[in-house]
């Protein structure tokens, strides 16, 4: 009995998790690579980190500038899409990150009253993505979506009340067949898919 109860003990501290911290105080976001070879991180300080999985250290950073919040990665792993907060008089953009090349292609939107900076992004598996935006104070942005073929963006008059209450974030399952959406600074706490 007591050298089976000792196996069982010996099994079970076997089983605890391994884990370490990841040391950045600017981290906003993060996204796995589909090939479990990375983590990448979104910053403050207008960066994308590249966390190694296997030397668990940081390589590649992609410099946007800024500051950048929500990220997503396409399937084949061959870009990232970000969602750059810092805006201009009139226009915001998202950002897309080849992670091969490093080169960074801006998506640009013209920013409706009172709306903010971007804030959130999710590939889905149809060729689109979808993206939301701050405003600057409390209120209501629009839904977009961004063509991923033509980087053409476009507002969707979809959304259950026509707008988002902002900041909204979205949620992506595996396959990018489903998102999930959960409105931000209100109350009743709206979400969808």
Known sequence: FYLALALIVAAAGELRAQGFLISDTTRRDMVFDFAGNNLYISTSTGLIKTFNLSTLAFSRSYNLGGSV???DIARDDSFILAAQGSVGISQ???QRVN???GA???INYTREFGEGGA???AIASNGLAFVTTEYQGSGWTPLRQIDLASNAITIRNDAPDGELSAPTQIHRS???KRLF???GNISSGPVFT
């Open 174 to 176: 595996v396959t990018g």
């Open 181 to 183: 959406f959960m409105e």
């Open 99 to 101: 992670l091969a090349t």
């Open 104 to 106: 960074i292609r801006n």
């Open 69 to 71: 919040w929500g990220i």
């Open 119 to 121: 804030w959130d992004v």
């Open 92 to 94: 915001g953009s998202f």
